[in-house]
């Protein structure tokens, strides 16, 4: 089951009695509460058959009193659970999950954790209940997901926009749908985004961004290194090194598992590296340029300049100065 298969049968006019949401990516759940509670019962039906409550506050009481109730002047009612996951008692509304009612379309989003399998209410919700579990996207995927997102508003996007977006901005699909959104709005329906689109209406520079500063580094270019830096000394909210550490410690790593394939050649790599060819021009370079042993010494690196970062071990030394350092140690 996907958030699209869910809302998709909402759209047919397919309702179960009871949704159960749960697990860690918040976006996906979201999705489908949003959907709910906006776009199921017709705006002039929402205000006597919709009920919100909210984990924290909510008894189970309450929650069960709602889900029994009929609705008023239409065929059904919505009842969300919001923070479900925060809720006392939550085992309690077992009553109700083994009998609902008909003409209710409860949905439990239940963050940030799943339930027990073992437990009796868990069984019964996945016996009388949909269960949809939300499984946070890997960063290998991260990709094809938002080329697959970028798609579905009508867009394409070239493969160097694309890892420049999700380098940039990581694993928040919550911001990452947001700066596709913009994108969106701003371009003609089947257009194909650019670096200049990126740089345009999402303020990330085209030029001295996280994928520059690893192509310098991979070619050994210190010109270019150094002039990356400095831009991130003058712009710490558009290039903050919270940022750029994660994703060099993520590209050196994966440059280490790359010395390790057997198989080298353009054409793995491609698959390897999303098929960026941008990026698999940086991998052949590091290759060439880094053994694995200077790899190795990179992660080390930089698990140490990030905890100088934070303050550990370091007198306050300034961002740009701690990456000049780390980066010359790693090129040297």
Request: aromatic share 12%; hydrophobic share 40%.
């Amino acid at each position: 089951m996907t958030p699209e298969s869910i809302i998709t049968s909402w759209k047919s006019k397919q309702f179960k009695p009871l949704y159960w949401l749960e697990g860690d990516e918040s976006f996906f759940i979201d999705e489908i509460v949003q959907y709910a509670e906006h776009q199921i019962l017709p705006e002039d039906q929402a205000s006597f058959n919709l009920t919100v409550f909210y984990g924290r506050d909510a008894s189970w009481a309450d929650v069960l009193n709602a889900c029994r109730r009929y609705p008023v002047f239409s065929e059904r009612q919505v009842v969300l659970l919001k923070e479900a996951q925060q809720m006392k008692d939550v085992e309690k509304l077992e009553p109700y999950i083994e009998k609902p009612n008909s003409s209710t379309v409860f949905v439990a989003a239940f963050k940030g954790k799943t339930l027990d399998g073992r437990t009796r209410f868990s069984k019964l919700i996945k016996k009388y209940g949909e269960v949809f579990t939300s499984k946070k996207i890997y960063d290998n995927q991260l990709p094809a997901w938002t080329n697959g997102y970028i798609q579905s508003k009508g867009l394409m996007i070239n493969p160097k926009a694309l890892a420049l977006l999700v380098d940039h901005v990581g694993n928040d699909l919550s911001r990452l749908t947001n700066e596709v959104k913009k994108l969106s709005i701003n371009l003609p329906a089947n257009g194909t985004i650019t670096e200049d689109d990126i740089e345009k209406y999402i303020g990330i520079s085209k030029d001295y961004n996280i994928f520059e500063l690893q192509e310098a580094i991979s070619f050994k270019d210190f010109g270019k290194v150094i002039s990356t830096i400095q831009y991130m000394e003058g712009n710490p909210k558009v290039l903050p090194v919270q940022l750029v550490l994660p994703s060099l410690y993520g590209y050196f790593t994966r440059l280490m598992i790359v010395t390790q394939m057997k198989d080298k050649s353009e054409k793995a790599l491609r698959a390897f590296f999303y098929n960026n060819p941008s990026a698999v021009r940086q991998a052949q370079a590091a290759l060439k340029n880094y053994t694995f042993h200077d790899m190795e010494k990179a992660i080390l690196l930089l698990h140490h300049y990030n905890l100088k970062n934070i303050g550990i071990g370091d007198n306050n030394t300034p961002p740009a100065s701690l990456m000049k350092e780390l980066v010359f140690k790693i090129m040297k």
